[in-house]
């Protein structure tokens, strides 16, 4: 009796493991065992900017396209040029990711955060766009020369709004512009506003005479006659906006603007081959590249591994251009 009790737990435990094998996670047919959980994507600013768009972009299409069976929620966690959104990330597991750009990288090289890339995984980079310099519509500056021209005569005479802090691309991008023509660019005076949205509002309400903002966030206002761009930071006229780059203004300066993606520390092999392949399967899809379009953002792709390289290569970059630009 007992040999037969014996081999009935037998069978039984080898029936649970194949049942365990087959159903290991809800996305997966191989028996990972990751995801066990929704997932959370960080926004580290207020809704309206750049940040929020590509959260609820990729949100949408992730989830739209069955690529994530799970259900994903994404939180804005505004404040300090995300620093707030990174900090909860590193508290996080690896069914939270982040939004990230270049202040993951500069917050550091500045000195208003310990975090460094280093401190979490990269996981993606996605896109990459351009920056725009913006006016009022009733502005007496009708073009970015005469805007250079007047910074350059008295750095301080213009108030600029950036967000969601100084050392991002929007910054650096108008930094390189103005030092390139020749201003003091030590003496610019921006106002820092937490997202695009806020930038916004703060030129459409005469709290700034310029603006420096992705093209994505001025767009919108600019074809709707409130707001005028002046100039964009791409290498060439972008399709559908008739609007010159700086290079037709007379400043020799290509500029882009890039958006990557984040998971908490010490992820493991597993979950990262996990949003590689998902994130894969994201941007391969009509509807990102739609989403790309529309948005005026150009495919930036780099894997997990991709992105770890181009992190630190562009923190060499941004500690010179700091440097040089006389903010570090």
């Known amino acids: ?136 519509p009733d502005s007496k500056l009708t073009s970015a020369e005469q805007v250079m021209k007047q910074l350059k005569e008295d750095p301080k005479s213009l108030k600029i709004g950036v967000a969601p802090g100084l050392g991002n691309d929007d910054h650096l991008s108008l930094v390189q512009a103005a030092k390139t023509y020749g201003v003091d660019v030590t003496k610019l005076d921006f106002l820092v506003y937490e997202s695009g949205g806020d930038v916004i509002s703060a030129l459409l309400g005469g709290h700034v005479d310029v603006a420096t903002m992705s093209v994505s966030e001025a767009r919108e206002q600019h074809e709707a006659g409130k707001a005028e761009i002046l100039a964009v930071t791409s290498d060439k006229r972008i399709e559908g906006l008739d609007v010159p780059t700086w290079k037709e203004v007379g400043v020799d300066m290509v500029f882009p603007h890039w958006r990557g993606i984040m998971g908490p520390p010490d992820m493991t092999e597993e ?58």
Not at 300 to 306: I, P, R
């Open 271 to 328: 979950e990262i081959a996990y949003w590689n392949k998902k994130i894969q399967a994201m941007i391969e899809t009509d509807a990102w590249k739609e989403i790309l379009k529309n948005n005026q953002w150009e495919s930036f792709y780099k894997d997990s591994a991709e992105s770890a390289e181009f992190l630190e290569e562009q923190t060499k970059m941004y500690d010179e251009l700091l440097s040089d630009s006389g903010l570090k």
């Open 1 to 136: 009796m007992k040999k037969i009790l014996s081999f009935i737990a037998i069978v039984a435990l080898l029936f649970m493991v194949a049942c365990s094998d087959s159903t290991g996670g809800s996305e997966s047919s191989n028996g990972d065992s990751f995801p066990t959980d929704d997932f959370e994507f960080v926004a580290p600013a207020s809704p309206g900017g750049g940040w929020d768009a590509t959260a609820r972009a990729m949100q949408k299409i992730l989830q739209d396209e069955g690529i994530v069976d799970s259900d994903i929620q994404v939180v804005n966690k505004p404040g300090g040029s995300g620093e707030v959104g990174w900090q909860y990330l590193k508290e996080k597991d690896a069914h939270t990711i982040a939004i990230n750009s270049s202040l993951v990288i500069t917050n550091n090289l500045l000195g208003r955060s310990q975090l460094t890339y280093k401190d979490f995984t990269p996981l993606a980079i996605l896109t990459t766009e351009w920056s725009a310099i913006a006016v009022p």
